[in-house]
């Protein structure tokens, strides 16, 4: 586990100079919110969710509006660093660096009740939580992130994560060391790799083509690449693996250098683990079984339960299920003293930490409006930013809007030529951004 490349004179001038903290969180800065008047409200405002959308709208919120009493609901003690998943399952960085604790980011003077949310009851401005208290709210933030839906495929055991060449890097932390032991005990024999990405919304969409970058990588160093094939299966239709076409058609053209295979419209169904063989149906229905020695698993993603059972969730669209906000306000269509932040919105694009970064202020602003009597009027563009790795050593800062328009905000990296200054920022400086993000700081 180490950076490749640090010996090199130049790149370790250059490590140095991104080690300086200005730099690291200049760069990284969010663009100019307008700024919310602070007001002595005395509201009750309750945050669902204490990830990265929760905390760091409750840190904002703690400054706009001090006489409010704040509380926050979610029962996970671990705070994870999701986007560095994708390093541990693929060796790049030790587990403890994604691991952290949920109470060292709770802003001060907020209450934290350590309990799920069961349910939710907009029309009566309040919510049950799991062990049946019920919690009335002046202003709702929806911050509750997404569930993972690997009960939609059949024979799929999570605790199968690490063993007989299967690998999934969205569970957690452990899941994705153990994709990292599957990954390396395979490179070093070499086979056939088969990556997965369902169609749908999801997390971090980038996240299954680093992985399938990095498997072509790890096999390359080991010297097994030969003797391997490396198989690309999705759900979505032909010629697509990416929403965003510049990006979608610079993956594919690489992959076409690299050998790796594409398949669309095969959807993962089932997977027999101890066989070792995946079965993925058209959309027709039609069923095809592949053998792998390396499977990675992508499930398909969906709201949490308690909002998608409740009144919050969009009734019909694309967007089935998912919180139903404007996409320009983040407030909720129908109840107006809810907003929402992160993966649970049921926006056109933006699962991702870097769309929290930018969309967290907003939301503090823009509710804070709303507590003084006044509309919203911060509009959020829908920002997404996705650090695509393409080796060890190279990635690409992808940068988008909800139109799918690059909007690179570091001048000095092209969004689409790879770098290893792009590499450095996913391995040295997106981490204390992100925790610059939670502590309001950015
Ligand atoms: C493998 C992977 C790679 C990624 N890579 C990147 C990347 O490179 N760049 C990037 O910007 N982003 C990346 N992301 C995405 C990023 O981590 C998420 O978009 C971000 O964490 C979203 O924040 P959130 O607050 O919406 O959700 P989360 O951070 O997931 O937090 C949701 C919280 O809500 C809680 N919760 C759930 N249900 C309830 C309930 N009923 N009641 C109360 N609380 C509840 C959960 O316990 C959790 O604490 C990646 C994610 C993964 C998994």
Redesign the pocket.
Known sequence: MHEPHAHDPSRRRLLRALGAAPLALGALETLPVAQAQTSDARVHVVI?????????VASRLRKLLPQARITI????LE????????LV?TGVWPIAKVRDR?ADFQPEGVQWVQ????EFDPAANSLT??SGSKISYDYLVV?????LGYDQIEGMDVKAIGQNGLGS??LGPEA?LATWRAMDAFRAQGGRAVMTLPAGPL??A??PL?MTFMVADRLRQAGTRDRSSVDFYTGLPDDTVFGVKVVNDDVLARWKNLDIQPHYLSRLVAVDTGARKAVFASPEGERSEVDYDFLHVVPPMRA????RDSELAAQEGPMLGWLQVSKDTLQHQRFANVFG?????GTPRG???????KSAPLVAHNLARVVAGQAPDEIFDGY????MIVREGSAMLIEFDYEGRLTPSMPFIDPMQESFMAWLM?VRL?KPA?VAVLKGRV
């Open positions: 669902a969710g204490s990830g990265l959308g929760g905390i760091a609901v979610d029962a996970k705070h994870n660093y999701q986007p560095g998943y994708t399952a949920n309990e799920m949310v069961a939580t799991t911050a509750t992130g997404l569930q890097v969205y994705a997390k971090c980038g996240a680093k949490v339960d308690a909002v932040v992160g993966d649970i919105n699962k991702t930490a870097a769309t929290v970064k997404t930013s996705c650090p996913k997106l992100y």
